[in-house]
Protein backbone atom coordinates (compact mmCIF):
# COMPACT_ATOMS: atom_id res chain seq x y z
CA UNK A 1 0.00 0.00 0.00
CA UNK A 2 0.85 3.23 -0.61
CA UNK A 3 0.17 6.91 0.57
CA UNK A 4 2.36 9.39 -1.32
CA UNK A 5 2.66 13.46 -1.26
CA UNK A 6 4.24 14.57 -4.10
CA UNK A 7 4.76 18.40 -4.18
CA UNK A 8 7.60 21.12 -5.90
CA UNK A 9 7.54 23.49 -8.56
CA UNK A 10 5.52 23.42 -11.76
CA UNK A 11 7.45 21.58 -14.66
CA UNK A 12 9.25 19.75 -11.66
CA UNK A 13 7.81 16.36 -12.50
CA UNK A 14 5.23 15.82 -9.84
CA UNK A 15 2.35 14.48 -12.22
CA UNK A 16 4.92 12.19 -14.31
CA UNK A 17 6.26 10.87 -10.95
CA UNK A 18 2.49 10.47 -9.65
CA UNK A 19 0.91 8.31 -12.47
CA UNK A 20 4.35 6.23 -12.54
CA UNK A 21 3.86 5.13 -9.04
CA UNK A 22 0.02 5.39 -9.25
CA UNK A 23 0.64 2.48 -12.08
CA UNK A 24 3.37 0.50 -9.99
CA UNK A 25 1.10 0.33 -6.91
CA UNK A 26 -2.49 0.09 -8.56
CA UNK A 27 -3.21 3.83 -6.09
CA UNK A 28 -5.27 6.35 -6.95
CA UNK A 29 -3.92 9.49 -8.67
CA UNK A 30 -5.14 12.80 -7.30
CA UNK A 31 -3.53 15.65 -8.80
CA UNK A 32 -4.98 18.74 -6.75
CA UNK A 33 -5.20 21.05 -9.91
CA UNK A 34 -8.64 19.34 -10.15
CA UNK A 35 -9.69 20.28 -6.90
CA UNK A 36 -8.21 23.80 -6.28
CA UNK A 37 -9.66 25.66 -8.47
CA UNK A 38 -13.38 27.05 -9.55
CA UNK A 39 -14.34 26.51 -12.54
CA UNK A 40 -14.92 30.38 -13.45
CA UNK A 41 -12.69 32.67 -16.02
CA UNK A 42 -10.44 34.22 -14.96
CA UNK A 43 -8.95 31.16 -12.66
CA UNK A 44 -9.46 31.28 -8.78
CA UNK A 45 -8.78 29.39 -5.96
CA UNK A 46 -11.39 27.43 -4.30
CA UNK A 47 -12.38 28.27 -0.77
CA UNK A 48 -9.74 26.21 0.97
CA UNK A 49 -13.13 24.24 3.16
CA UNK A 50 -14.45 23.18 -0.24
CA UNK A 51 -10.89 21.92 -1.38
CA UNK A 52 -10.31 20.15 2.03
CA UNK A 53 -13.75 18.29 2.03
CA UNK A 54 -12.69 17.19 -1.69
CA UNK A 55 -9.68 15.79 -0.44
CA UNK A 56 -11.69 14.29 2.73
CA UNK A 57 -14.27 12.41 0.11
CA UNK A 58 -10.70 11.21 -1.89
CA UNK A 59 -9.03 9.65 1.08
CA UNK A 60 -12.21 8.05 2.24
CA UNK A 61 -12.66 6.13 -1.06
CA UNK A 62 -8.98 5.36 -1.41
CA UNK A 63 -6.62 3.15 0.91
CA UNK A 64 -3.86 3.04 -1.39
CA UNK A 65 -2.89 6.58 -3.34
CA UNK A 66 -0.66 9.51 -4.20
CA UNK A 67 -1.25 12.82 -4.54
CA UNK A 68 0.71 15.56 -6.06
CA UNK A 69 0.53 19.69 -6.49
CA UNK A 70 2.01 22.48 -5.67
CA UNK A 71 -0.34 23.55 -2.83
CA UNK A 72 1.81 23.34 0.65
CA UNK A 73 -2.06 24.78 2.04
CA UNK A 74 -3.25 21.83 0.98
CA UNK A 75 -0.65 19.25 0.74
CA UNK A 76 -0.19 19.76 5.11
CA UNK A 77 -3.89 18.59 5.18
CA UNK A 78 -3.15 15.34 3.59
CA UNK A 79 0.44 14.78 5.13
CA UNK A 80 -0.70 13.52 8.30
CA UNK A 81 -2.28 10.95 6.39
CA UNK A 82 0.65 10.32 4.06
CA UNK A 83 3.54 7.45 5.04
CA UNK A 84 5.94 9.40 2.20
CA UNK A 85 6.39 12.85 1.23
CA UNK A 86 8.59 13.32 -2.37
CA UNK A 87 9.77 17.26 -3.13
CA UNK A 88 10.39 17.52 -6.19
CA UNK A 89 13.10 20.12 -6.02
CA UNK A 90 14.11 20.60 -9.12
CA UNK A 91 16.43 24.01 -10.15
CA UNK A 92 14.14 26.65 -12.24
CA UNK A 93 15.65 25.77 -15.33
CA UNK A 94 15.27 22.33 -15.26
CA UNK A 95 11.06 22.96 -14.88
CA UNK A 96 11.38 25.43 -17.44
CA UNK A 97 12.29 22.82 -19.84
CA UNK A 98 10.52 20.28 -18.91
CA UNK A 99 7.39 22.77 -19.13
CA UNK A 100 8.75 23.54 -22.34
CA UNK A 101 8.15 19.58 -23.55
CA UNK A 102 4.86 19.03 -21.32
CA UNK A 103 2.15 16.95 -23.35
CA UNK A 104 -1.24 17.94 -23.24
CA UNK A 105 -2.83 17.81 -20.18
CA UNK A 106 -6.79 17.07 -20.79
CA UNK A 107 -7.80 17.40 -17.63
CA UNK A 108 -6.41 21.13 -17.54
CA UNK A 109 -7.02 22.67 -21.15
CA UNK A 110 -9.51 22.16 -23.61
CA UNK A 111 -6.77 21.51 -26.10
CA UNK A 112 -2.96 21.86 -26.45
CA UNK A 113 -3.07 24.97 -28.59
CA UNK A 114 -5.06 26.17 -24.94
CA UNK A 115 -2.52 24.77 -22.99
CA UNK A 116 0.55 25.92 -25.42
CA UNK A 117 -1.27 30.10 -24.92
CA UNK A 118 -0.58 29.67 -21.36
CA UNK A 119 3.33 28.74 -21.84
CA UNK A 120 4.71 31.87 -21.38
CA UNK A 121 3.05 32.63 -17.94
CA UNK A 122 3.75 29.25 -16.80
CA UNK A 123 7.29 30.05 -17.36
CA UNK A 124 7.03 32.93 -15.71
CA UNK A 125 5.61 31.63 -12.32
CA UNK A 126 7.92 29.22 -13.04
CA UNK A 127 10.65 31.36 -12.70
CA UNK A 128 9.02 33.33 -9.33
CA UNK A 129 9.97 29.49 -7.37
CA UNK A 130 12.72 30.64 -5.32
CA UNK A 131 11.45 34.33 -4.94
CA UNK A 132 7.72 33.80 -3.68
CA UNK A 133 7.16 33.17 0.26
CA UNK A 134 3.02 32.05 -0.70
CA UNK A 135 1.70 28.37 -0.55
CA UNK A 136 3.47 27.56 -3.92
CA UNK A 137 7.07 28.61 -3.39
CA UNK A 138 9.97 26.80 -2.63
CA UNK A 139 10.03 27.63 0.74
CA UNK A 140 6.66 26.65 2.18
CA UNK A 141 8.03 23.05 0.23
CA UNK A 142 10.97 23.00 1.72
CA UNK A 143 8.69 23.84 5.44
CA UNK A 144 6.49 21.05 4.51
CA UNK A 145 9.07 18.67 3.26
CA UNK A 146 11.27 19.00 7.04
CA UNK A 147 7.95 19.05 9.32
CA UNK A 148 7.08 15.49 7.59
CA UNK A 149 7.67 13.26 9.75
CA UNK A 150 6.92 9.64 7.76
CA UNK A 151 9.48 8.77 5.07
CA UNK A 152 11.05 11.64 2.80
CA UNK A 153 12.99 11.37 -0.57
CA UNK A 154 13.87 14.68 -2.05
CA UNK A 155 15.18 14.77 -5.73
CA UNK A 156 16.81 17.49 -7.30
CA UNK A 157 17.32 16.45 -10.82
CA UNK A 158 14.62 14.71 -13.13
CA UNK A 159 13.49 11.07 -12.21
Known amino acids: MIKTI ?3 NSGSGK ?3 AGK ?9 LDLDTLAWQA ?7 QIDESANLIQDFLAQND ?7 YSDLLTLIAPFATQAIFMNLPVAACVENAKMRPWEPHKYKSKADQDANLDMLIAWI ?8 TFSQIAHQKLFDEFNGDKLMYTKNT
Open 15 to 17: STL
Open 21 to 29: LSTKHKAAH
Open 127 to 134: SQYTERTD
Open 64 to 70: NWVIEGC
Open 6 to 8: IFG
Open 40 to 46: VNPPQRM
